[in-house]
């Protein structure tokens, strides 16, 4: 199957500082990438399409001036957290969709803000 | 929007047992994926079945489209089938998820 990376998988950084975050497809090329987030035990729930060469499209009650997405190429999608809180805090997972429609899902970042 | 419902939410089983897990959706969907979640929170792709049969190995799957809903079998279950079991829809290409299946198996 496909192979989707991120970078970093752990990062703490203090509060009211900005964190990016990197998805890169590996051995395809992705138009359309996805940011989620997954609170402990929980599902995990859309914040963003990202697709290349355009704007992102963000979840209702995502704010995008908080989560700032790039896909300058093909193969790589970041998002951005600014101004980091606690609240932040959390599980984000990117995913690609390869040509067939089926996604595919990076390890996941998990974001610690002190 | 799709809303995704699974069940059972825990499932506790002895290792070598076979068991059902199911997911329900509300609307007609043109994608349906299963995946595992691993203790690391790596999510694994199991199955894309918008419709029909699927094996693999121990596990297979079968959604049945016109009557919304899916099935994922997991046969003589071991210990590293232990995790979080999502499926997860969509109309377009925006996937929603269910809540999960928690499956623990037991030595």
């Known amino acids: 199957g496909a192979v989707v990376s991120q970078h970093p998988s752990r990062v703490i950084c203090k509060s009211g500082t900005s964190v990016k975050i990197e998805c890169r497809s590996l051995d395809f090329q992705a138009t359309t990438m996805f940011w989620y987030r997954q609170f402990p035990k929980q599902s995990l729930m859309l914040m963003a399409t990202?697709?290349?060469?355009?704007?992102?499209?963000?979840e209702q009650g995502v704010e995008k001036d908080k989560f700032l997405i790039n896909h300058a190429s093909l193969t790589l999608s970041t998002l951005t957290v600014t101004s980091a809180h606690p609240e932040d805090s959390s599980f984000y997972i990117c995913?690609?969709?390869?040509?067939?429609?089926?996604?595919?899902f990076g390890p996941g970042t998990r974001l610690t803000v002190t | 929007g799709i809303q995704v419902e699974q069940s059972p939410p825990d499932l506790i089983l002895q290792e070598g047992a076979n068991s059902t897990l199911r997911c329900n959706f509300s609307?007609?969907?043109?994608?349906l994926q299963w995946f595992h979640q691993n203790p690391w929170g790596q999510l694994i792709n199991l199955f894309y079945i918008p419709s029909g049969t699927k094996q693999n190995g121990r596990l297979s799957a079968t959604t049945v489209a016109t009557e919304r809903y899916s099935l994922l079998y997991i046969s003589s279950s071991q210990t590293t089938d232990s995790g979080v079991y999502f499926c997860?829809?969509?109309?377009?290409?925006?996937?929603?998820f269910g809540g999960g299946t928690r499956v623990l198996v037991k030595p």
């Open positions: 609307d007609s969907v043109n994608n």
């Open positions: 995913s690609a969709l390869d040509r067939t429609y089926e996604q595919y």
């Open positions: 990202s697709n290349e060469g355009s704007k992102a499209t963000y």
């Open positions: 997860a829809t969509a109309a377009g290409n925006k996937l929603t």
